[in-house]
């Protein structure tokens, strides 16, 4: 299991009394993949459990609106994206479940913390750059903003660990950089946020590409029955070099290999490792294994999806809920921002 970082500056800044404040967010533009799982939700289940932490999970289902402009889409991607945290083994009872929209302080820090971001570094932003290629007649000035939003859903609570994967940890610095500005000219007060300890991970497509995304077409969706899988596993893109089953190939350049990586043993590793460097076994053998080992890793995932989603209503409840538990929590910071910053003054009474 990954350890949370020690890094003094995160920890010296739980308040006394209080506990560190977990969170972080999946944004609702489709179907929940293997890479959110790997390189996300497994790590929020886990920080869920403990009870020395304090954990919000929300949808971000604003930041969704920069890439998806599909209204019902939207409606019907948000309480799937709550059943799979609670699929995953969330529990509302200990987590705070809830959607960015709900929260509308949130909002209100974004404008705040435009004002501690300088222009010229949302433009340097790769993920800016990345997205406003991939959809060059939609560079909207949300893209831009992404990241200043994303600091505003994180130290909202006031948050000290966010587990994401490694795609997201240019945010986190943004965030850190807004929290350090933000403290050195109003006095300390947010907690300078940070990932989990280990680097983050980043699981491959299956089309060959660096990234499992749900935009992408290239993913094993947590919801795939395992014949789904397979007929998308089967002719994932492996070492080209293997042309026959009678080439050897290079696990170190191979995306499947990558993925076993994540859910394999040791001895499996040795076995397509060897297996794939001297032709000993062809790549069906070695996509058999990783089937079988992804089948069983998301057996009680599945089992748990089917049953919350003959719950009619019971994701909208969770989220009524959680919006409320976030309110609380986040207004008090953004009243405590506005305060520093000279601003809100005469709100009156709330
Ligand atoms: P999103 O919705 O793209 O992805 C949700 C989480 O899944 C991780 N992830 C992956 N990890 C490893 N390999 C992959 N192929 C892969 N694909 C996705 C992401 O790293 C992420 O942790 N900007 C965020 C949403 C967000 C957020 C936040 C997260 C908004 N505000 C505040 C944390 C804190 C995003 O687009 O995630």
Redesign the pocket.
């Known amino acids: 299991m990954k350890t949370e970082s020690t890094n003094p500056e995160a920890s010296r800044e739980v308040e006394a009394g209080k506990k560190p404040v977990v ?5 609702a ?1 489709g179907r929940m ?1 293997l ?2 799982y ?4 497994r790590d929020f289940v886990t920080l869920s459990e403990r009870d020395d932490r304090e954990c919000f999970f929300f949808v ?1 289902d604003l ?1 969704t609106l920069t890439t998806l402009p599909d209204a019902d889409q939207i409606r019907r991607n948000v309480p799937e994206i709550v059943l799979s945290y609670l699929a995953a083994g969330i529990d509302p009872e200990r987590s705070t479940i809830y959607t ?1 929209s709900s929260v509308p302080e949130t909002s209100e820090l974004f404008w705040l913390f435009s004002n501690l971001m300088p222009v010229g570094e949302l433009l340097k932003s790769p993920s800016y750059k990345e997205k406003a290629q991939m959809h060059p007649d939609n560079i909207n000035a949300g893209l831009l903003n ?1 990241p200043v ?2 600091a505003a ?2 130290l909202g609570p006031r948050a000290h660990f ?7 940890y240019t ?1 986190l610095e943004n965030a850190r950089d807004i929290a350090r500005r933000f403290n050195n000219r109003y006095g300390d007060f947010f907690p300078l946020p940070q990932p989990l300890q280990q680097s ?6 299956l089309d060959g590409t660096g ?4 935009s992408d077409g290239n993913t094993l969706d947590l919801v795939d029955t395992p014949d789904e899988m397979w007929k998308k596993l089967a002719p994932a893109v492996t070492d080209p070099a293997r042309k026959t089953r009678k080439d050897p190939g290079n696990p170190d350049i191979c995306n499947i290999y990558t993925i076993h990586t994540y859910v394999s043993t040791e001895e499996e590793l040795n076995w397509v490792r060897e297996g794939c460097t001297t032709a000993g076994i062809g790549c069906l053998d070695c996509k058999k294994t990783l089937h079988k080992n992804i089948s069983d890793l998301l057996a009680e995932y599945q089992e748990r999806h089917r049953d919350l989603s003959a719950r009619k209503g019971y994701a909208e409840e969770v989220l009524r809920e959680g919006a409320r538990r976030a309110r609380k929590v986040i207004g008090e910071t953004v009243r405590e921002a506005q305060d520093r910053m000279g601003v809100a003054a005469y709100r009156g009474s709330s």
């Open positions: 969170l972080s967010g999946i944004r533009t993949h890479g959110n790997l390189g996300a939700m971000a930041h960015q992404y939003l994303m859903d994180i966010v587990p994401v994967g490694e795609d997201q945010h983050g991970i980043r699981v491959p497509g990234k499992m995304g749900k």
